[in-house]
């Protein structure tokens, strides 16, 4: 008998051999944090281990002066006999799936385990691509964990998004889509076409760009949205925008405009109507339905714990149809980020 | 299919009109007749009809798919919608099918419709091979009798009405013409020629607005209303504003046509109507109102009027007990001369004109007009409306043209309000004659701090399949007897009409109504929300400062 060596707690995912936690949502002694997404990474913990790339983001995030220790990606670090490997999730920058081994007197006794944090298999050229993780027991998101949901391509999306930017502009139309500040928006901003028009983007997102020029990500020509550069590209620009700025007094300096949301949950009509927006743009950071199939079935494992967004579902399919398994893990935060609240203060 | 889809996904995409209108207008100037009159069916005309049962698309798209029931379930939670939820989960195709909408309807979904359960399998398979996701959503949604889409008629004709530089009221006229999905009727709708019309289709409605439309209209007076809006009284003509069914009359060299309001063909209940067409010049169509008309020269209750519409198997006596009468009042063609431009003290002279020689015709009749020297003459005269049992009073500007639709400013009404009030039943009693056995005369009550006073008897106004409804619940809900008289569980709520009130020490509640009578039973409502006897004293108030 093998027993889990990372386990369900009231603060989050555990790996008690190490004392470790994993995305805790409450202050511990150490915490490995898979990105600094708002529903993984939490302040107050005495130590963070993250990837260098997540580094800055995650002091922007939870404070200058916390204490973090980085490891980079594929390198191993060795922690009361348990290794401890970051690998690439392909979610935002420096989001990492965290590989837990259990070395010496461990390894007959416990099982490996990967946390997948979140995750996408689709291309993105502001982050490192995912990487399949071989391991006993996989532990994974699941907020699109349903086979309504699958992506399109996201060239074809980009070419959608430029389309209508330039039709906007042929009807004095300012361009503005909202959009999660952190990974999705410099994602959506590396797929836009500068030589359309001027891009302007809300001081929450603009306050997320260094960490992103400064590890050679390249991204068009931004200014952060005033009150002058806005109104002198009315008409013609494009602005990235958080959703907490939808419907809010900030949007008056834009003039006339059209508004678009860049988001997975765009692929259901309802959800799209319901936001009423003027378009919806289907683009997710997040696995969809065939890339949690075949990262899973890539690991390798034969126990699959699911958190994260569509449970239960998930979980009973892979019993049923894949024989795996598979248990539900509840969490304290529910939902996809691109529905939670912005949680950076709106500076401007 | 591409088109079709192409012009939903637009649709669907955005909320703003100049959008949709552009999606419209680009869709039918490139479709082909042979679509583009199946796009006009899906979009004006009636949606086809069910093909296949949500569960048996379940079924054979959770077989193609290898998704289990179970997870399609969840699924369509999430999206909320069957047609996108199987659209979404189908195995991809990277395919686009250039079949023509036409060919969708005669090679699939006709067929769908005829074939037994296997072939309907198949059909489905072959059409998810050749179809992308979009396509899918809006097949699955043809297929299943649940294709809508957001776009109001009134956008669809003005897509038409630009792309064939014609005026709108035109292309409505077209539509309301009966037509089938074939191109010709297609090109028939579209034609550029102003004169391609269909002779049968009756013109677009012009229809009035209250005066004082608005409840925060800072003037609050209906005189100083007039005073301030329509000014000098001797622009103005004034009608009744009868209780009826608003028709058009429309008599051709080898038919005779009645249009209600709705658009309705109602040719056949009316048919002493259809013989008046033949008295007619050919080419004429009279606009007015077909009105239930007593053997006293005045009109009958509308609900007596409804009787004979809502006849299924025409019932010769019925006829003759409810004589009916076409009260004209617009004259829009005459010989084929399309008059709604001339203004309408032209139009109503010309209708006099060919009127006064049918003047002996019981079915015919012209609206009069009303001789008024002042607003306040006219007042005094629509206070004797309830008396003639008319609705109040319309006003039309002698010199506007006939126009369509709800545009302001030229058709008034001045309507009377009507006297109704919502009453529970609390006592029965058995009827005379044939309905000896039913308990068919009712006392009705109103609320008087908490409790229920009678207030009136009433006798008519219900259907004879109501009135065995209403016996059954008198005979279940009994409470005690008083000689003849039930008393009853004070449940049902009716609405009753009446024609005045006044004071009266006869009656315990203080109030005399004139001609009480049910008008409907209020299912709507429960007894706690009936009306108070301060209502009525209300109205009674009311109609002495009349
Ligand atoms: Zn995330």
Known sequence: ?348 | MHRFTRLFIDLDATTRTSEKLTALENYFRSVPPEDGVWALTLLVGKRPRRAISHTEMRRIASERSGIPLWLIAECHDAAGDLSETLALILPESDRCSLRPLHRVFSEWLTPLRNADEPSRALLLNEAWDELDTRQRLVFHKLISGSFRVGVQRRLVVRALANITALDPAIIEHRLNAPWKPTPDDYRRILSPHEHDSDPAAPYPFFLATPIRPSANDPITDDLRWLEHHLADPSDWLAEWKWDGIRAQLIHRPSLTMLWSRGEEHITDAFPELRALGALLPDNTVLDGEIVAWSDQDRPLPFSDLQRRLNRKQRDLMLFDDIPIRFLAYDLLELEGRDLREAPTADRRARLQNICARLASEQHLGVSPTIDFASWEDLAEQRAASRARAVEGIMLKRKSAPYRSGRARGDWWKWKIDPYTIDAVLIYAQRGSGRRASLFTDYTFALWDNGELVPFTKAYSGLSDAEIREVDDFIRKHTTGRQGPIRMVEPRLVFEIGFEGLRESDRHRAGIALRFPRMLRRRTDKSPDQADTLETLRALLHHSRTD
């Open chain 1, 1 to 348: 008998m093998t027993a889990d060596l990372v386990v369900s707690t009231d603060r989050g995912l555990y790996c008690p051999l190490a004392d470790i936690h994993i995305d805790p949502w409450r202050a511990v002694d150490r915490a490995i944090i898979t990105h600094a997404h708002a529903d993984h990474a939490r302040p107050g913990s005495k130590t963070y281990l993250c990837t260098p790339e997540s580094e800055p983001i995650l002091r922007i995030r939870l404070g200058k002066d916390i204490n973090i220790q980085t490891l980079p990606y594929n390198q191993p670090l060795l922690h009361n006999d348990i290794r401890i490997m970051l690998h690439p999730a392909g979610h935002v920058l420096g989001s990492a799936q965290v590989l837990l081994e259990p070395l010496g007197p461990h390894a007959r006794t416990h099982r490996s385990c990967c946390i997948s944090g979140d995750y996408k298999t689709t291309p993105d050229p502001t982050c490192t691509p995912f990487e399949p993780v071989r391991c006993e027991h996989f532990i994974t998101e699941s907020t699109f964990g349903l086979p309504i949901y699958r992506w399109p391509d996201p060239r074809i999306v980009f070419d959608d998004i430029n389309a209508w930017w330039h039709n906007n502009q042929t009807r004095s139309l300012t361009s503005i889509i909202y959009t999660y500040a952190l990974g999705k928006a410099q994602r959506l901003l590396a797929g836009l076409d500068p030589a359309i028009g001027p891009i302007l983007v809300h001081g929450a997102i603009d306050r997320l760009l260094p960490p992103y020029r400064d590890a050679g990500v390249q991204l068009p020509p931004t200014e952060r949205a005033t009150a002058d550069n806005a109104k002198a590209s009315r008409g013609r620009a494009m602005v990235i925008a958080p959703p907490s700025a939808a419907g809010s007094p900030w949007l008056k300096k834009f003039g006339k405009h059209s508004d678009a949301f860049a988001s997975g949950w765009m692929q259901i009509r309802g959800t799209r109507r319901r936001r009423s927006i003027d378009r919806g743009f289907v683009l997710s950071d997040h696995a969809d339905w065939p890339g949690l199939l075949s990262a899973i079935e890539a690991t390798g494992a034969s126990r699959i714990g699911i958190t994260h967004g569509v449970v239960t579902p998930l979980a009973r399919y892979l019993r049923e149809e894949k024989s795996l398994d598979a248990y539900p893990i509840s969490t304290r935060f529910e939902g996809e980020v691109d529905d939670t609240p912005e949680t950076d203060p709106a500076t401007d």
